[in-house]
Every structure is written in C-alpha cells, then in structure tokens.
C-alpha cells in the first residue's frame, strides 16, 4: 500500500502546484520507480515516451483536430441552422432542437465538444435570444448537446482511449454511433416535454408555416456537412481507408467546404495549423505521460493491489460501475474528461476487464463521464465556452445545464443494464 499511498501524494501534490498534467503524470511515476525499483527510470522513460508518440492509430489524431479547426472558421454552423430551422419550428420547443441536432450533426465532422458548443452556439445563442425562447433551456440545451462531439465519430476522446487501451478505434467509433443518436433523442424529448409543460418556452415562430418545397430547399444547406460526415466515417466503415486515411480525406474535404464557401484564405490555413499544433501537442503530453504512468504503475504492482481492495468489497458488475460513475462525476468537477480518463485508466480498465465488461463499451462509459464533466462546475470547460457567447453567469448557466446532466447519468445506468445498445454495431462492423 506504501506504493499506492506515494502515487496518489504526489499526484496531488503535482496537480496542486498546477504542473502540466502530462508531465504531472511523468513526475508521479519517475517519483514511483526511483523509490521502489532499482532501474535506468531515464533511459525507459526516453523509450516509452518515443514509443507511446509514434504509435500509428495516433497519426488520425492532430488530423481531425486540424479538421475540426478548419471548419471552425467556416460558415458551417449559418448553413445548419439555415437547414434545420424550418423543420423544427412546428415540434414542441421549436428552434431550441435547432441546438441539438445541430450540435449532433456538427459532432459528427469535428470530434471536439468545446469546438461544437462554440461554433453551434454563436449562431443559435442570439437567434434564440432574439427570438424570445427562454435563456435557461437554450443556454442548458447547448451546453448538454454540446458534449455529443465526445461521443459521436469521429471522436477525438475515443482515439485517445483506443491508444492507451489498445482497443480497435473503427470499433469504438462504431459504438459511439448509436448512444449518439439515442442521447441526443433524450434531450429532445426533453425539451419537447418541458415546452409542453410551459408553452411560453416556445414562442410562436415566423416561417412556422414554410412549405414542403421551400423546407426541402433550404435542406440543400444540410448537403456540405452531410457530404464530409459520409466521407469520413463512411468511407471507414465500408472498409475503404483506416482511421487516418479518412482523417487526411476529413482535412480535404473541410478544405473544400471552406474554398466553396470562398473563405479559404492563408490566414485561415495559417490559424487552424496553428489551433490544431497546440491541440494536438497538449494531447501528446498527456498521452506521453499517461502510458508511462501506466506501465510504471504496472511495475509497482498497483492495479493488481487496487483490484484486490475492491474485490474484498465484493460489489458486483454493476455496483463496481455504480461506484465508478460515482467517482468519476467527483472527479469531473476538478479535472477535464481527457486528464481524468488517462490518469486513472491504468487502474480501473483492468477492474472493469475483470468484471467482465467489454473494453468497447467501457470506451463509451468513460467518453460519458467526460461529457458530464464538460458541464459540472467549477472546471466544465463547455461552460466557460457558454459563458464567453452569452454573458451569463456561470452558476446560471450550471442550473441550466443540471437537467441535461442528469439525463447522461441517467442514460449511462442504462447503458450498463442494456450493453448490448453499445456493442451490437460494432459486433455488425466487426
């Protein structure tokens, strides 16, 4: 216990001083292996970190950060709210569903819930303001939908995890597909339900009544995001190009968006380059020091310890995941979902193996709980994006965000009762 007691001190110790959490997490087990093994740390260090930075199922990684930056700078988000606006104004909540599906379908092309709260939300923010629908559900509709970006293909979260676990990241994005979907039907049956409680919610609309061919006409909007998301995630699943090759045509095609959209300039180019090297190099040292935390820990014999406490619990599957989930929204106050995922995947992957849980569908746990902690104060991060469109005050926007929250905890219970919802496509894919 004398090992797991040093990991946890200067862990906190580390994360308190505000250390980078890469190398945080570097330090923590350099700390670990000088102290009980006698080994050349410096020389495994220098391996594992080359090692851990040239792994192939990597590469996809800066590639559609760099696409979901391009896209940023787009007029992307004007063209969905422009084709989705007409087919919602009659549904009970009107354009508030505008900020869910948009935020879906833009998730789909960039992976970046931060970057999907931003770009759906300078457009639906004033509109629905303007508008007259009530601040509290639009502010917490966008902040909830947001963290679909985390959840939906491609994602950046899942090729994180599938690094560090080992796991297939085709069958990942395969399983994040349909608890995308269905999660994002909760939060609009939610605002469906809560504007047909409170009909001010939803104010009458001008344009309620556009016509069929007017409706599919401006759905032509909808072509240029529809068109990149099949040829990213299509083009993996038909078994076509590998995770990277789809990102390189991912790349291409948000280059394309931007060129016909004539805002394809080299300050564009120069701006998303630049966003998508500190992106990708902040992950890299996170990533770099989370492997080497990994197999330090492995060394010092801490998962095995960790596994046997617990075990003495004798908690079971589900209450085993009970107490994670716990843990996690905990933790998710405190740390950002990518930190909070790889600092502790090297103890509770292998207690969640042991109970019998399939790596994939634990992939999509976690993505979940880094969802809710994208929206629980003090350090949900969506939440500071919000701030910074509307004004409001965080802790407003917090309580507007709780209904949302509590239908991800609420979807992830069910998620560990049914896993078969997580597992069947990519058992098809597979």
Same mark, same amino acid.
């Given at each position: ?78 063209? *969905?709210? =422009?084709? +989705? #606006?007409?087919?919602?104004?009659? @549904? %009970?909540?009107?354009? $508030?569903? /505008?900020? !869910?599906? &948009? ?108 016509? *069929?061919? =007017?409706? +599919? #006409?401006?759905?032509?909007?909808? @072509? %240029?995001?529809?068109? $990149?998301? /099949?040829? !990213?995630? &299509? ?196």
């Amino acid at each position: 216990m004398s090992a797991i007691l040093v990991v946890l001190l200067a862990g906190a110790a580390l994360l308190g001083l505000s250390v980078w959490v890469g190398l945080a997490l570097m330090g923590v087990g350099v700390l670990g292996l000088d102290i009980f093994k006698t080994m050349a740390v410096q020389k495994f260090l220098g391996q594992d970190v080359y090692t851990s930075l040239t792994s192939p199922e990597l590469a996809a990684l800066p590639l559609f950060i760099l696409m979901g930056d391009i896209l940023f700078h787009t007029r992307l988000a004007e063209q *969905l709210f =422009r084709g +989705l #606006a007409p087919w919602t104004t009659r @549904l %009970p909540g009107g354009l $508030l569903h /505008v900020n !869910v599906l &948009g935020c879906t379908m833009f998730a789909a092309a960039s992976g970046s819930s931060a970057a999907t709260a931003a770009t759906i939300g300078k457009i639906t923010s004033p509109e629905l303001q303007r508008r007259g629908y009530d601040r509290d559900l639009s502010t917490g509709s966008l902040a909830g939908a947001a963290v679909l970006g985390l959840l939906i293909p491609p994602s950046l979260v899942l090729i994180v995890y599938g690094v560090l676990t080992k796991v297939s990241v085709l069958q990942l994005f395969a399983a994040g597909i349909v608890p995308g979907l269905l999660l994002a039907f909760c939060f609009s049956c939610y605002i469906a339900i809560r504007s047909l409680l409170a009909r001010r919610l939803a104010p009458a609309q001008p344009g309620a009544g556009t016509g *069929l061919w =007017r409706r +599919l #006409a401006l759905a032509l909007n909808l @072509l %240029p995001i529809l068109g $990149l998301v /099949v040829l !990213v995630i &299509g083009s993996m699943y038909a078994g076509i190009a590998t995770p990277s090759e789809a990102a390189v045509m991912g790349v291409a095609g948000a280059l394309a968006i931007a060129a016909l959209q004539r805002v394809l300039t080299l300050r564009l180019i120069a701006r998303a380059l630049m966003s998508a090297v500190r992106t990708s190099a902040m992950i890299g040292l996170i990533l770099a020091g989370a492997l080497f935390l990994s197999k330090a820990m492995a060394f010092l014999a801490i998962p095995a310890q960790a596994a046997a406490a617990i075990g003495a619990l004798d908690l079971g599957p589900f209450g085993l995941i009970l107490v994670l989930l716990l843990f996690y929204i905990l933790l998710g106050c405190f740390l950002d979902g990518t930190s909070m995922m790889v600092m502790t995947l090297p103890v509770t992957f292998p207690l969640v193996a042991a109970a019998g849980y399939d790596p994939v569908w634990f992939g999509i746990f976690l993505v979940l709980v880094a969802e809710m902690g994208a929206v629980t104060p003090p350090v949900g991060f969506n939440l500071f994006v919000i701030q910074d469109l509307t004004g409001e005050r965080l802790s407003r926007i917090g309580w507007a965000t709780m209904p949302f929250f509590l239908i991800m905890v609420a979807f992830t219970l069910f998620l560990a009762l049914f896993p078969g919802v997580v597992l069947w496509l990519p058992g098809a894919a597979g």
